[in-house]
C-alpha cells in the first residue's frame, strides 16, 4: 500500500515589512507587498500567474508499505515553486524572472514504523539590489535568497506529522498542512537582518540554517475584525523591544491591539500560558470584562502592534474571540 502526504510552505511580502531605502520602490507603487493568503491551500499554478506569494516549498512524499506493516520504500515527489518579480511605474511594467535554487532533499531517515523527509526549496528575485554587507565581498549586487526547510514525518498506519524547521527571516511564512489547510506561521519578519546577511553561505545551500519562530494560526473571527481594525479603526503603529511589556495584568485600559509582526508571551499571575502571533487579536477580555487588564504581555522577539481605540467592534464577535483564547488557555498543562 502506498502512502502519499503533503506539507506546503508560502511565502510573501507582508504590508510594511520593507525597510529602509528599499521601501521606496514599495512607497511609489513600483514594487508590491502581497495581501495575505487564503486559509485553504489553492492551486499554485493559479497563485503563481496572480502574483500572489514570492516562494512556495511543495514537500510531498511517500511511503510503500507491504501486508506485514512493514515500510519497503519512500521517496520524495514534490519540490520549490518560485514566482517572478512584477514591477512597475504608470502604464509602464517589466517583469524580473526569479532565481530558483536547486531543491535539498536530505536523505530519509528511516525508523521504526516512519520515515522523515526534510527539504529546503528557495532563490532569489531576478532584480538587483546592490548594497553594502558587513562580510566579504562587502558589496553584494544579487537580491538576498529566500527559504523555507520543512520536515515531512509519513508513518506506517497512515498518519503523518510537519516541522518548519528553518526559514529565512523575510519574507513571512505560511504552512499549510496536509489537509491543505492554513496551520502555522513564522512568527518574525526581519527585512534589516535578512538584507544585509542572506547570501552566500549564509544560507542552507551555503551549510547554515536560520532558525524560525512558529505560531498557531488566528480564528477566523479575529482575522474578520482584523480587516475592520485596520480599515476602519486607523490604528497606531507601536513597536516593541524584545522583553518590552505590552500590558500589565490589572491596569486599566481601553486599547485593543492586533498583533502585526513577532512573537508575544501571555503571562496571569507571573506564569507562562500562551504564545500568540501574527494576525493575533489581544485586548478583547479588558474591553468586555471591566477595562482592566486580565494578562500581562511581553514581547518575546521585537514586535510590531496596532493600536485601535475608539472603534466600533461588534461586541458578539469580541465575546467569540475571547471564548476561544479562554479555551487555549485551559488546554495548556
Same mark, same amino acid.
Given at each position: 500500500?502506498?502512502?502519499?502526504?503533503? %506539507?506546503?510552505?508560502?511565502?510573501?511580502?507582508?504590508?510594511?515589512?520593507?525597510?529602509?531605502?528599499?521601501?521606496?520602490?514599495?512607497?511609489?507603487?513600483?514594487?508590491?507587498?502581497?495581501? *495575505?493568503?487564503?486559509?485553504?491551500? !489553492?492551486?499554485?499554478?493559479?497563485?503563481?500567474?496572480?502574483?500572489?506569494? =514570492?516562494?512556495?516549498?511543495?514537500?510531498?512524499?511517500?511511503?510503500?508499505?507491504?501486508?506485514?506493516?512493514?515500510?519497503?520504500?519512500?521517496?520524495?515527489? &514534490?519540490?520549490?515553486?518560485? !514566482?517572478?518579480?512584477?514591477?512597475? /511605474?504608470?502604464?509602464?511594467?517589466?517583469? $524580473?524572472?526569479?532565481? *530558483?535554487?536547486?531543491?535539498?532533499?536530505?536523505?530519509?531517515?528511516?525508523?521504526?514504523?516512519?520515515?522523515?523527509?526534510?527539504?529546503?526549496? !528557495? &532563490?532569489?528575485?531576478?532584480?538587483?539590489?546592490?548594497?553594502?554587507?558587513?562580510?566579504?565581498? $562587502?558589496?553584494?549586487?544579487?537580491?538576498?535568497?529566500?527559504?523555507?526547510?520543512? #520536515?515531512?514525518?509519513?508513518?506506517?498506519?497512515?498518519?503523518?506529522?510537519?516541522?518548519?524547521?528553518?526559514?529565512?527571516? $523575510?519574507?513571512?511564512?505560511?504552512?499549510?498542512?496536509?489537509? &491543505?489547510?492554513?496551520?502555522?506561521?513564522?512568527?518574525?519578519?526581519?527585512?534589516?537582518?535578512?538584507?544585509?546577511?542572506?547570501?552566500?553561505?549564509?544560507?542552507?545551500?551555503?551549510?547554515?540554517?536560520?532558525?524560525?519562530?512558529?505560531? #498557531?494560526?488566528?480564528?477566523?473571527?479575529?482575522?474578520?475584525?482584523?480587516?475592520?481594525?485596520?480599515?476602519?479603526?486607523?490604528?497606531?503603529?507601536?513597536?516593541?523591544?524584545?522583553?518590552? #511589556?505590552?500590558?500589565?495584568?490589572?491596569?486599566?485600559?481601553?486599547?485593543?491591539?492586533? /498583533?502585526?509582526?513577532?512573537?508575544?508571551?501571555?503571562?496571569?499571575?507571573?506564569?507562562?500560558?500562551?504564545?500568540?502571533?501574527?494576525? #493575533?487579536?489581544?485586548?478583547?477580555?479588558?474591553?468586555?470584562? &471591566?477595562?482592566?487588564?486580565?494578562?500581562?504581555?511581553?514581547?518575546?522577539?521585537?514586535?510590531?502592534?496596532?493600536?485601535?481605540?475608539? %472603534?466600533?467592534?461588534?461586541?458578539?464577535?469580541?465575546?467569540? %474571540?475571547?471564548?476561544?483564547? =479562554?479555551?487555549?488557555?485551559?488546554?495548556?498543562?
Amino acid at each position: 500500500m502506498k502512502l502519499e502526504a503533503c %506539507v506546503v510552505a508560502v511565502s510573501w511580502i507582508p504590508s510594511e515589512a520593507v525597510k529602509g531605502a528599499m521601501r521606496a520602490p514599495f512607497e511609489l507603487g513600483i514594487a508590491h507587498y502581497d495581501e *495575505p493568503l487564503p486559509d485553504v491551500l !489553492g492551486d499554485l499554478d493559479d497563485w503563481k500567474a496572480r502574483d500572489l506569494f =514570492r516562494v512556495a516549498n511543495v514537500l510531498r512524499a511517500w511511503i510503500e508499505v507491504d501486508e506485514s506493516g512493514a515500510i519497503v520504500g519512500h521517496g520524495y515527489l &514534490g519540490g520549490g515553486v518560485i !514566482g517572478a518579480t512584477t514591477m512597475g /511605474l504608470g502604464s509602464a511594467t517589466a517583469t $524580473f524572472r526569479a532565481v *530558483p535554487y536547486p531543491d535539498l532533499q536530505a536523505e530519509p531517515d528511516v525508523g521504526d514504523g516512519w520515515v522523515r523527509f526534510t527539504q529546503t526549496a !528557495g &532563490g532569489r528575485t531576478g532584480v538587483p539590489a546592490p548594497r553594502r554587507v558587513a562580510k566579504p565581498p $562587502f558589496v553584494q549586487y544579487h537580491a538576498p535568497t529566500a527559504w523555507s526547510t520543512l #520536515a515531512l514525518t509519513i508513518k506506517a498506519d497512515g498518519t503523518h506529522d510537519w516541522d518548519l524547521v528553518g526559514a529565512s527571516p $523575510f519574507p513571512r511564512h505560511w504552512i499549510y498542512g496536509p489537509d &491543505g489547510k492554513l496551520a502555522a506561521k513564522s512568527g518574525l519578519v526581519d527585512f534589516k537582518d535578512w538584507y544585509h546577511h542572506a547570501f552566500g553561505e549564509s544560507s542552507p545551500w551555503g551549510g547554515e540554517e536560520s532558525p524560525a519562530l512558529v505560531t #498557531a494560526v488566528e480564528s477566523a473571527m479575529e482575522r474578520q475584525l482584523s480587516r475592520v481594525i485596520m480599515g476602519e479603526g486607523k490604528p497606531k503603529i507601536r513597536k516593541l523591544k524584545a522583553g518590552a #511589556a505590552l500590558t500589565q495584568q490589572g491596569e486599566e485600559a481601553d486599547a485593543i491591539y492586533l /498583533l502585526l509582526d513577532g512573537v508575544i508571551q501571555v503571562q496571569v499571575d507571573g506564569e507562562e500560558i500562551a504564545a500568540l502571533g501574527p494576525g #493575533a487579536l489581544i485586548g478583547e477580555r479588558a474591553v468586555l470584562e &471591566g477595562g482592566r487588564r486580565t494578562a500581562t504581555l511581553v514581547a518575546v522577539s521585537p514586535c510590531k502592534v496596532a493600536e485601535a481605540r475608539k %472603534v466600533e467592534l461588534d461586541l458578539a464577535a469580541l465575546a467569540e %474571540v475571547s471564548a476561544g483564547h =479562554r479555551r487555549e488557555e485551559q488546554d495548556l498543562p
